[in-house]
Nanobody, 121 residues
């Protein structure tokens, strides 16, 4: 059974940092693209970043220069480092896994339960 578990969310101040972790079980991330998405109340789920098994990454324009994504294959874990946080980054953050290189949420087969990030002004 595949399970993705996010952690590291919480409350941060504007300009602060958080690091989210996504630990996978039941699949080996070495064979998958792992993406991060976020969803604020009343909005569509939004692509944030992904990391591929080739070591490449893609970062959404809205967070470029502030967020970075990395992975540790030995720990079967993908990280989202979020710096210079803004109130508009407030959302539930989800990690997801898929075999294809895509920033479209609908194509991801496996999802975590999400972790809340709240940035105060």
């Amino acid at each position: 059974q595949v399970q993705l578990t996010e952690s590291g969310g919480g409350l941060a101040q504007t300009g602060g940092s958080l690091r989210l972790s996504c630990v996978a079980s039941g699949l080996t991330i070495h064979n998958y693209v792992v993406g991060w998405f976020r969803q604020a109340p009343g909005t569509e789920r939004e692509f944030v970043a992904f990391s591929t098994w080739l070591g490449s990454t893609r970062i959404a324009e809205s967070v470029q220069g502030r967020f970075t994504v990395s992975r540790d294959n030995a720990k079967n874990t993908v990280y989202l480092q979020m710096d210079s946080l803004k109130p508009e980054d407030t959302a539930v953050y989800y990690c997801a896994a898929d075999a294809s290189f895509t920033d479209q949420a609908k194509h991801y087969d496996f999802w975590g339960q999400g972790t809340q990030v709240t940035v105060s002004s």
